[in-house]
């Protein structure tokens, strides 16, 4: 190769240019995690993320396709090419980025915790909750599992496949307490939560969360990381913002 020839190589082996010539951006999440990517009434996947990814393939000039995928097997998913980009909620974290590739984070988060109201007045704090006597649920593989591993790991933790499920132990008294991002509590607690549970709402990790794409990408992650900073500045962002995070 002469450096041009290397270069063009290099640009028609990017992702970005093959959702070009493929017409279609293929965005894998997890459905399930409010407000970022949900059900509707009528079983449509909607939600914060996904108007990103309706901006984002609009900017593309191509169709979008949604490809809903198991939290739990999503980065492996991305390494296979099941689809071009995690647009799904996901923290950075530093081992994850040994795997992929994130964007500049689009919005910051934290852990917080949903407990059984039968605690209320005792529990007041996640450190309240790392003793035995406590069973605490979380979503596998998230890092709501990781926070609750790390700092309440005297505690009985419980994994389950879904946020939904997770919560609804504690809700149904059969576990004291839910560790996951603050977002999705905030709503559950306000939609279902009131008068069952207790909100501790103070986030105790810091969690910038980013569209992951597959390694070795730089054109890509270059286009992405503009478009996120036009967006974020040019109003577009936070139309998306308060339609799903202001009540
Ligand atoms: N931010 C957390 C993490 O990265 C939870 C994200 C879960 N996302 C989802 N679509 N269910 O582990």
């Not at 097997?73 to 799904?88: E, H, R, V, W």
């Not at 994850?96 to 704090?125: E, M």
């Not at 069973?135 to 939904?164: R, W």
């Amino acid at each position: 190769f002469t450096s041009r020839a290397a270069d063009i190589n290099l640009w028609h082996n990017s992702t970005l240019y093959k959702i070009q010539k493929r017409g279609v951006l293929r965005v894998g999440l997890n459905a399930g995690y409010m407000p970022f990517e949900m059900r509707s009434k009528t079983g449509k996947i909607i939600g914060f993320d996904v108007d990103m990814a309706k901006l984002m393939a609009k900017a593309m000039g191509v169709k979008l396709k949604i490809v809903n995928t198991d939290w739990d097997g999503i980065i492996p998913a991305l390494m296979t090419n099941k689809f071009d980009i995690i647009m799904s909620g996901m923290t950075i974290t530093q081992k994850r980025n040994l795997k992929v590739n994130f964007a500049d984070p689009y919005i910051v988060v934290g852990q917080t915790v949903l407990v059984n109201k039968k605690w209320a007045g005792k529990i007041k704090s996640y450190k309240d909750l790392n003793d035995p006597k406590f069973t605490v649920t979380v979503m596998l593989g998230t890092t709501g599992d990781f926070a609750a591993k790390k700092y309440i790991s005297k505690a009985k933790i419980q994994e389950f496949q879904t946020e939904e499920e997770a919560v609804m132990q504690v809700m149904q008294g059969r576990a004291d307490a839910f560790v996951y991002d603050k977002p999705y509590e905030s709503i559950f607690y306000s939609n279902k939560g009131k008068g069952k549970l207790i909100f501790l709402d103070k986030p105790f990790t810091y969690e910038p969360l980013g569209w992951a794409i597959n390694k070795g990408d730089p054109d890509f992650l270059n286009w992405l990381n503009n478009f996120l900073r036009q967006i974020k500045h040019d109003g577009t962002y936070d139309k998306v913002y308060k339609k799903w995070f202001v009540n």
